[in-house]
């Protein structure tokens, strides 16, 4: 069984300031794929990045970035120098392959960003 | 955007109704999935398809069915609704090609059971 934890369940921030969301998963599989999607007010799920378990380079996206561990299992998410419209709902997912593949999410970390 | 739709956007229904919600998408993808999304949850799965009349259960699956006789249809059937399905459902497809892996999400439908 897979299972995907975000520990954090509220995180308030004032703007500018840098903020990690942390995201521990557990599976079986050797090949997966985790996930990290943001959900704001609006309520629409928005696709931020996918990193497969072979790949474990760090990745940068402008303010956002990606830290991926095999070693401990996470793959924690940095956003750096926070903004107000960063507020959401953020989720972490772990994707497991083969035929029959399906998507498990963490339960969510409501980031709130404070002007 | 990928071309996914769900109807109704809203609904409001009696406990012991049944109720379908439809999810459309355009892309041909093979996976298609219905999750249902609660506070202190997160997204849950409900039922998933990876191929037109190839359904399978997901962690929340009771009380709910599905049927996929199109590729490009998902419904999700609720025979007698509960308050405890009181909920946001998303509809998600995907067709996880190599390097192309991820799931695309539709807006939603927010079900009342009163």
């Known amino acids: 069984a897979q299972k995907v934890t975000q520990a954090q369940t509220e995180i308030s921030v004032v703007e500018k300031e840098d903020v990690t969301l942390d995201c521990v998963y557990e599976?079986?599989?050797?090949?997966?794929?985790l996930f990290w999607y943001k959900q704001p007010p609006s309520g629409e799920l928005v696709f931020l990045i996918r990193r497969n378990s072979f790949d474990e380079q760090n990745e940068i996206s402008g303010r956002y970035s990606w830290n991926f561990q095999k070693s401990t299992s996470s793959f924690n998410f940095t956003i750096t120098a926070s903004q107000v419209v960063d507020s959401a709902v953020y989720f972490c997912?772990?994707?497991?392959?083969?035929?029959?593949?399906?998507?498990?999410f963490g339960k969510g970390i409501t980031l709130s960003v404070r002007p | 955007d990928a071309g996914i739709t769900q109807s109704p956007r809203h609904k409001v229904t009696e406990t012991g109704t049944p109720v379908t919600l439809r999810c459309h998408q355009t892309?041909?993808?093979?996976?298609m999935y219905w999750y249902r999304q609660d506070p202190g949850h997160g997204l849950r799965l409900i039922h998933y398809s990876y191929g037109v009349k190839d359904t399978d259960k997901g962690e929340v699956s009771d009380g709910y069915s599905v049927s996929r006789s199109k590729t490009e249809d998902f419904l999700l059937t609720l025979e007698s609704a509960t308050s405890s399905q009181t909920s946001v459902y998303f509809c998600a497809i995907s067709d996880m090609r190599i390097g192309n892996e991820k799931l695309f999400f539709g807006s939603g439908t927010q079900l009342s059971v009163l």
């Open positions: 892309e041909n993808h093979r996976y």
């Open positions: 997912a772990l994707y497991q392959t083969g035929a029959n593949s399906k998507l498990t």
């Open positions: 599976t079986r599989d050797t090949t997966y794929y």
